[in-house]
T-cell receptor, first 114, second 112 residues
Framework: NAGVMQNPRHLVRRRGQEARLRCSPMKGHSHVYWYRQLPEEGLKFMVYLQKENIIDESGMPKERFSAEFPKEGPSILRIQQVVRGDSAAYFC????????????FGSGTQLSVL | EDQVTQSPEALRLQEGESSSLNCSYTVSGLRGLFWYRQDPGKGPEFLFTLYSAGEEKEKERLKATLTKKESFLHITAPKPEDSATYLCAVQARGGATNKLIFGTGTLLAVQP
């Protein structure tokens, strides 16, 4: 039973380009969460999605960031017009339901903006 | 504002030298407190969930305890393979979300 799969593991972008990060949840999980880990900081919640719905995006920057979890396929975190401050590790997690329970994390995507 | 503070930031132990990691929290209403382990280049791996003051959980050399203001992760006779960053997180009551508020972690190094 594969865990949470994230790709790519490493992504390098130049300022102004777009970054697309993909996350496939564990089999049987329909709830996906995105977290960002900046250097010297803890994991910060960004967004919580169910299939085709955004449930909580209170941690998402207001501009340039968007997330989706379509009926078919992985969840996508998109960052438009990246800036150096977007450089971070982005982790996806999944759970079978939205109740208070443990999350299963992927290995993350390390985004570097040149 | 809900907040989690972990101490120390880093801890170096000799193999077999027991110690404790601290997690202090302030939250409007605690739904659950979580401990995760994170190895370099990996995502956090779940260890324990604690729900109410007085609760304790154990797994091999690790034991987690909870009070109304803090949690401790006790490590008994650690081995080098216990070296990792240990993360504490809380989940607040209210709202429809399952989101976690994380501390910045304690980096544990166990030397043989």
């Amino acid at each position: 039973n594969a865990g949470v799969m994230q790709n790519p593991r490493h992504l390098v972008r130049r300022r102004g380009q777009e970054a697309r990060l993909r996350c496939s949840p564990m089999k049987g999980h329909s709830h996906v969460y995105w977290y960002r880990q900046l250097p010297e900081e803890g994991l910060k919640f960004m967004v919580y999605l169910q299939k085709e719905n955004i449930i909580d995006e209170s941690g998402m920057p207001k501009e340039r960031f968007s997330a989706e979890f379509p009926k078919e396929g992985p969840s996508i975190l998109r960052i438009q017009q990246v800036v150096r401050g977007d450089s971070a590790a982005y982790f996806c997690a999944s759970s079978p339901s939205g109740r208070y329970e443990k999350l299963f994390f992927g290995s993350g995507t390390q985004l570097s903006v040149l | 504002e809900d907040q989690v503070t972990q101490s120390p930031e880093a801890l170096r132990l000799q193999e077999g030298e027991s110690s404790s990691l601290n997690c202090s929290y302030t939250v409007s209403g605690l739904r659950g407190l979580f401990w995760y382990r994170q190895d370099p280049g990996k995502g956090p791996e779940f260890l324990f969930t604690l729900y109410s003051a007085g609760e304790e959980k154990e797994k091999e050399r690790l034991k987690a305890t909870l009070t109304k203001k803090e949690s401790f992760l006790h490590i008994t006779a650690p081995k080098p393979e216990d070296s990792a960053t240990y993360l504490c997180a809380v989940q607040a009551r209210g709202g429809a979300t399952n989101k976690l508020i994380f501390g910045t972690g304690t980096l544990l190094a166990v030397q043989p």
